[in-house]
């Protein structure tokens, strides 16, 4: 029976790129898959678009591309990625530079629509997840992103593409698009789908399969961390998925890690939402067939939502925080000196603060619950966090944070402060006929 | 005995929704952890943190519970003033949940 080879080449925006170049030399794959665009990423990409025509993609884009075309070139690997971000054709002029560069000849599709924009701003009334409408967001919204479905980048790979840049497309889409490709998977064979998007959804997050994110020095033991390999998924034609990655590359592929990543982000696993299908991942069992080889069967699916969820990012105000630490004996007591003298220092300042969090970092900072006692620290550091209307207010937060060195309690060290405006995401759905999408292909002779 | 001694866990977010999986390191423990690890005892192991009911689904083929539940509002990643904004950490506070004599 047919089986697929896609490997996942990063699974963050920031992600570590040797593991990418030691799939495209050594897992030999169909394809190599890059999902770099976090829920605000596209937002971000949207703002720098905005400011420079040219931007607007993601900046790892170039570097990532470079280490990995050459041998993907030498074994035919197809490249999947949604680095597009908000300028997908900007970022496909860039893989067209870069395969020149290299003297590599490339069919690159660019897939765009995933931008609803104009729509969300023409249905003021739409709801968002978190209880407002679309039109309460309007001056403040930059961009607005609909996660589309594997059916573009299908289009493409029937094109002859041999790289795939696309915006804001479902994260399992990515890789379930070359096996509907390859296989020819019906678009209404729900079992399969759902198959193929427990494959993605298990990629996804790259090393987060392979050993990432699991060591715990108490039980879990994952052996070359700094090594870690990035997982590649044998997929039939059937629909049967096996976890693995190269042999030799740090960390494992055991039925822990694969059981860690099938939950990673899920609610009801019975009914995880795509673009593509509801896929039901609630009778899924794992199997470790050989070292670091896992078997992952059971999933199945129900037909596709007739909506499709949108990403709104928009601006949010300020933040600005200051930090500085305290040790020895009494230290836990000066943090929370420091803290009662920079809340009233703000009060006395008139610096309006819309929401503050202080924490005393070694204590509380993670669950709260300050009246739970607990063993004494040796040290602890002082956060304060506030959110402000304005930038020069979210500098006062750190300012009087830092003012402690001088005028607070003894022995505060290591003071740092920050300001930022807040780029904050929301979501709603828009009917599918609102997304048009739309495939165009560049070649490198 | 806490839950950490018997399962391991990993947190996710969605929007203002987080899950927490707890994954029975031995599978023989699994039907156990469902009956004393339900959804009424997270929500008071999670007072505090959990804003509203903690929801649980129970998957007996991966001997996994994934608990669901909202943070305080507008407590999503992109906006939130927490030093953890993902919530990632919440892991660890369900694995120190102290479990009854068996």
């Not at chain 1, 765009?112 to 729509?119: K, P």
């Not at chain 1, 006692?373 to 020069?392: G, S």
């Not at chain 2, 929704?17 to 952890?33: E, G």
Request: with cysteine; hydrophobic share 45%.
């Amino acid at each position: 029976m047919n089986t697929l080879r896609i490997g996942c080449g990063a699974g963050y925006a920031g992600d570590r790129i040797e593991p990418a170049v030691e799939l495209a030399r050594e897992g030999g794959l169909d394809y190599l898959v890059f999902e770099c665009l976090a829920e605000r990423t596209i937002a971000m990409a949207q703002l720098a678009h905005l400011r420079d025509n040219a931007a607007g993609y993601d900046v790892m884009l170039g570097d990532r591309l470079r280490a990995v075309l050459p041998a993907a070139v030498e074994r035919g690997t197809g490249v999947i990625t949604n680095m597009g971000a908000a300028n997908p054709q900007a970022a496909t002029d860039e893989v067209i530079r870069i395969a020149r560069d290299l003297g590599l000849a490339r069919r690159v599709a660019t897939v765009t629509g995933d931008n609803v924009m104009s729509y969300v701003k023409a249905h003021p009334t739409l709801a968002t997840d978190d209880g407002r409408t679309v039109g309460e967001l309007s001056e403040r919204l930059v961009s607005a992103n609909a996660y589309i479905g594997a059916a573009a980048i299908v289009e493409a790979l029937s094109g002859g593409a041999h790289v795939v840049i696309t915006g804001r497309v479902a994260d399992p889409a990515l890789f379930l698009a070359p096996l509907i490709h390859r296989f020819g998977w019906s678009e209404d064979d729900w079992s399969l789908l759902g198959a193929g998007t427990l494959a993605g959804h298990l990629l996804e997050c790259a090393g987060q399969v392979t050993g990432g994110y699991f060591a715990d020095t108490r039980r879990k033991h994952v052996e070359d961390l700094a090594r870690l390999g990035f997982p590649l998924a044998e997929v039939r034609e059937d629909g049967h998925v096996v976890i693995t990655k190269v042999a030799g590359s740090g960390g494992r592929v055991t039925a822990a890690t694969c059981k860690e990543q099938l939950l990673y982000e899920i609610q009801d696993p019975a009914d995880y939402r795509t673009p593509d299908v509801v896929a039901d991942f609630s009778r899924v069992s794992v199997e470790e067939i050989g070292s670091d080889r896992v078997a992952v069967r059971g999933a199945s699916g129900h037909p596709r939502p007739d909506q499709l969820k949108v990403s709104l990012g928009y601006m949010d105000g300020f933040i600005g925080e200051g930090q500085i630490s305290y040790a020895g004996p009494g230290a836990v007591a000066r943090g929370r000196l420091a803290i009662d003298i920079v809340r009233e220092r703000l009060t006395l300042a008139g610096v309006p603060t819309h929401e503050l969090q202080a924490d005393l970092i070694g204590v509380d900072s993670l669950f709260g619950r300050a009246d739970v006692h607990r063993p004494e620290p040796f040290e602890v550091r002082v956060r304060v966090a506030a959110r402000t209307a304005t930038l020069a207010d979210a500098r006062r937060v750190g300012n009087e944070v830092e003012t402690l060195y001088t005028n607070g309690p003894a022995g505060g060290g290591g003071a740092t402060k920050s300001a930022r405006e807040v780029l904050a995401i929301a979501s709603t759905f828009v009917p599918r006929h609102a997304v048009t999408t739309a495939v165009t292909f560049e070649d490198v002779a | 005995v806490i839950l950490g001694d018997l399962a391991h866990s990993r947190a996710g977010d969605k929007g203002t929704i987080v899950n927490v999986s707890v994954i029975a390191f031995d599978p023989n423990d699994y039907a156990w952890l469902e009956s004393v690890v339900t959804a009424a005892r997270m929500q008071q192991h999670l007072d505090g943190i959990a804003d509203g009911d903690v929801v649980r689904y129970t998957l007996p083929s991966v001997a996994a519970l994934n608990f669901v539940f909202a943070r305080k509002p507008g407590q999503s990643v992109t906006r939130t003033l927490e030093l953890d904004a993902h919530g990632k950490t919440l892991s660890s506070i369900v694995l120190a949940m102290p479990l009854p004599e068996r």
